[in-house]
């Protein structure tokens, strides 16, 4: 092969692997067929010494660069209009990726250790009234529902179950605490469980359990009670609590998932004038006589008409 069929062939090889990107992105039926038919005559040139690859290159002059031009300037347009999307996407998995990580690591690590902080409050409480004394800072519990309860807590339950009856109670400056809760906390060493939390409207109640027992108490944050739970535990729901911004997570990968889809249909759809050109293309590709004008000479003709007819009459 001489210096010039080789640059040729090295050129019309260039135009193969643009053609073959093109494809590769656009994922259209048309596109990938124009390239399977270009590279089969690609190769009717490359295993084929006697032919003058001059008539390649006027093929390429003729088909291939105006495609490939027209191709590339639609990808482009096409890049524009998704970058948005993709930036979208991008937000979104961020928003998701951040919350997921402080789901996991914040919330649930910190309501075990809660559990541990009210039970010593709990403790120190018993203390200062059986020495009628006032060191218990409320603060230490009172963190929980502040940085948890809008997201937590939860919002939908019968909030007569959570509600305080009338007890016999003991007086902590402005916190009120039965009497009866104290005794069944103190046979237990005040070892308790955060259950879950509640918001009804603007009112915040958390649930406890107390350790090694079947009883439940209540800590009515602005009523300021802490009483033991009278209700009926079939009427509500006390499984962990769960962010109520799950939902909104729940939404972006849904959302995110059709926005995905629709690059890929994005890419796929093409005006369809452009559409009308690619068929028209490949109808000229499978039109021997055009194919014969290029390629005027019998010999040549009938070898390619071979090759063209393994793959491109047979769709």
């Known amino acids: 092969m001489g210096d010039d069929a080789a ?8 135009r193969l692997t643009k053609l073959k990107l093109l494809a590769n992105f656009f994922e259209h039926i048309d596109v990938i067929s124009i ?17 003058d690859y001059h008539k390649l290159e006027l093929f390429h002059l003729q088909y291939t660069d105006s495609l490939i031009e027209l191709l590339t300037k639609i990808k482009r347009q096409k890049e524009n209009d998704m970058l948005a999307v993709i930036n979208e996407i991008d937000v979104n998995n961020k928003y998701i ?25 709990l ?20 963190y929980f529902h502040k940085r948890y309860g809008q997201e937590f807590y939860r919002t939908n339950a019968d909030e007569e179950q959570l509600k305080s009856r009338h007890f016999p109670s003991y007086q902590y400056k402005d916190y009120t605490i039965e009497r009866k809760l104290l005794g069944r906390l103190n046979i237990q060493n005040f070892k308790v469980r955060f259950v879950c939390g509640y918001l009804i409207g603007t009112y915040e109640y958390e649930l406890f359990r107390i350790f090694q027992s079947d009883d439940y108490f209540i800590f009515g944050v602005d009523e300021k009670k802490l009483y033991l739970f009278s209700g009926d535990l079939e009427k509500l729901d006390i499984s962990e609590n769960q962010s109520n911004q799950t939902t909104i997570i729940n939404q972006l990968k849904n959302k995110n998932e059709l926005l995905e889809n629709s690059i890929i249909e994005r890419k796929r759809m093409l005006p ?13 590709l499978e039109n021997i006589d055009i194919m014969s004008k290029i390629f005027d000479f019998d010999e040549e003709t009938n070898i390619l008409r071979a090759m063209l007819n393994l793959n491109l009459n047979n769709n």
Do not use: C, P
């Open 7 to 14: 640059t040729i062939m090295s050129q019309s090889k260039r």
């Open 35 to 51: 390239y399977i038919k270009t590279d089969i005559i690609h190769n009717l040139f490359q295993e084929n010494k006697a032919l």
């Open 97 to 121: 990726g951040g919350f997921e990580e402080r789901r996991g690591d914040s919330f649930h690590t910190e309501r075990k250790m809660y559990s541990g902080i009210f039970s010593q409050h």
């Open 123 to 142: 403790k120190t409480l018993y203390k200062d009234l059986t020495e009628n004394i006032f060191t218990a800072d409320w603060n230490k519990v009172l």
């Open 272 to 284: 369809a004038e452009v559409e009308n050109v690619l068929k028209d293309y490949l109808k000229n």
